[in-house]
């Protein structure tokens, strides 16, 4: 990464602002749509279970913005710098989930199989989005 100061800008924004989609979803499935929450149903709760399958396309529209932004920073973007850079992110994410959502005890903490394991295909499509983040942000350069 040839500017990682601004890498980790982007990273941190952009994951911030797809949890709190998220979260919103949740809300917005709950208050507006009347599904049931944690305390009403097994699990995370119906509002926030019909949310999974939503969840990759936040990351993938949310994290190519942000790898597009972060390409325009660089003086001379390449295919190369993008997958470096959505690689770094992608680890990133995963210590950061493991540490935060499986690790750390709060009300929404998930076990090690919920998180991993219950929560497939979403997870893994998730982490594959923020991975082309940076590259579909360069691609879009190019247009």
């Known amino acids: 990464m040839s500017n990682v100061k601004i890498a980790l800008i ?4 952009c994951y911030v602002l797809v949890t ?15 599904m ?3 305390k009403e149903s097994p ?15 936040y990351n993938i529209i949310l994290f190519s913005l942000f790898g597009w932004i972060y390409m325009r920073s660089t003086a001379a973007p390449t295919l190369q710098e993008a997958l470096i850079t959505g690689a770094v992110w992608a680890v990133i994410c995963i210590v950061i989930d493991l540490v935060g959502w ?33 590259v579909m942000g360069f691609l879009l350069l190019s247009l």
């Not at 499986?102 to 982490?127: A, G, M, S």
Request: with cysteine; charged share 15%; aromatic share 18%.
């Open 20 to 34: 709190w989609v998220g979260i919103a979803h949740t809300i917005f499935n709950i208050k507006v749509l009347h």
């Open 36 to 38: 049931k929450s944690m």
């Open 102 to 134: 499986v690790l750390i005890k709060h009300p929404w903490r998930l076990t090690f199989k919920e998180f991993y394991v219950d929560y497939q295909p979403w997870i893994t499509l998730i982490y594959l989005a923020i991975f082309a983040g940076p």
């Open 10 to 13: 982007c990273l941190l924004i």
């Open 43 to 57: 699990g995370m709760g119906e509002g926030y279970e019909k949310t999974k399958p939503w969840h990759p396309l």
